[in-house]
């Protein structure tokens, strides 16, 4: 069942989130007969099964808690993982920016723990696709186990590969590559991409970003945006509004870029020098 299948009240199978105080927050599914431990005291499914989203509920030893319906990124976030996930202020930016909807086939290199995969085939709906590429078998498995338990692996292919053989599709709408040194399979990437489809990569560093600006514009990527994400929250308190003490800063990079077709034509040679497409070429011949 979908994390966020349209219910007013929680039913057998449902995810739910339980937030208690101090803003302690747990995510459970719901099973007929199960029970929840906490230092807290102990919930019944059974208990909890039927209420309406946003009840109030109290353990056996009178803690309060609230019964909500968990959004995408507070699923994310708890999510089981073994390497870095992406920030949600991140993953929403992407999938806007690369227009990322419903009956979309997109590709992901690098499964990591599943979450970006997740959030992608949230938002292609039932009709959309991913593949998501991964060389470490360990990190794929755990990307399938985070997919199964939301309910979203029938709209995933997951295939453990080396990319720099390249991939299986050459039609994609779009794609996100996760990996370190993403400027070495750019050919690969434009290959895959449907001719003025999307590209994204998110990395740290200003080195690694260089080497992928150079990369990208040598395969006839253009309208190359490079951008990070700053978040900051307030304090929801009336009579004193102020930042909080702390903020998810810098998590990387984002660089965005399209497929591009450029002509031979000299008429269209001002346009393709206005949006970056094979101007590192020209440089470096001049200087040879």
């Given at each position: ?43 019944l ?27 995408l ?19 929403g ?17 690098g ?14 709906g ?8 991964e ?10 186990k ?18 720099q ?11 996100f ?13 434009r ?33 190359i ?25 810098h ?21 393709i ?16």
């Amino acid at each position: 069942m979908l994390f966020n299948a349209v219910s007013s009240h929680a039913r057998a199978g449902d995810i739910a989130q339980l937030v208690g105080l101090r803003h302690k927050h747990f995510i459970i599914t719901l099973k007929e007969g199960a029970k929840f431990e906490t230092h807290r005291g102990v919930l019944l499914h059974d208990e909890l099964i039927g209420k309406a989203w946003g009840t109030q509920v109290f353990s056996h030893m009178g803690a309060p808690f609230f019964l909500l319906q968990p959004s995408l990124a507070n699923l994310l976030n708890d999510l089981p993982r073994t390497t870095q996930i992406l920030y949600p202020k991140d993953i929403g930016y992407i999938l806007v920016t690369m227009g990322v909807g419903p009956g979309k086939k997109v590709i992901e290199a690098g499964s990591g723990s599943g979450s970006m995969t997740i959030a992608l085939s949230y938002a292609v709906g039932a009709d959309g696709h991913i593949v998501s590429y991964e060389q470490k078998p360990d990190n794929q498995n755990l990307a399938r186990k985070n997919l199964e338990r939301v309910g979203l692996a029938s709209r995933v292919d997951f295939k453990l590969r080396d990319i720099q053989n390249g991939f299986d599709e050459t039609d994609a709408d779009a794609f996100f590559l996760d990996l370190p040194n993403p400027w070495d399979y750019i050919p690969q990437v434009r290959a895959a991409l449907k001719p003025g489809a999307f590209f994204c990569s998110l990395l740290p560093t200003f080195n690694q970003v260089e080497k992928l600006l150079i990369a990208l514009r040598r395969n006839n990527f253009a309208f190359i945006d490079v951008c990070e994400l700053l978040l900051r929250f307030y304090k929801p308190e009336p009579a004193r509004i102020r930042p909080t003490d702390r903020m998810v800063a810098h998590t990387g990079f984002l660089i965005f870029a399209r497929r591009i077709e450029p002509s031979d034509d000299n008429r269209g040679r001002e346009l393709i020098e206005e949006i970056g497409a094979g101007y590192i070429v020209e440089e470096e011949t001049k200087t040879k």
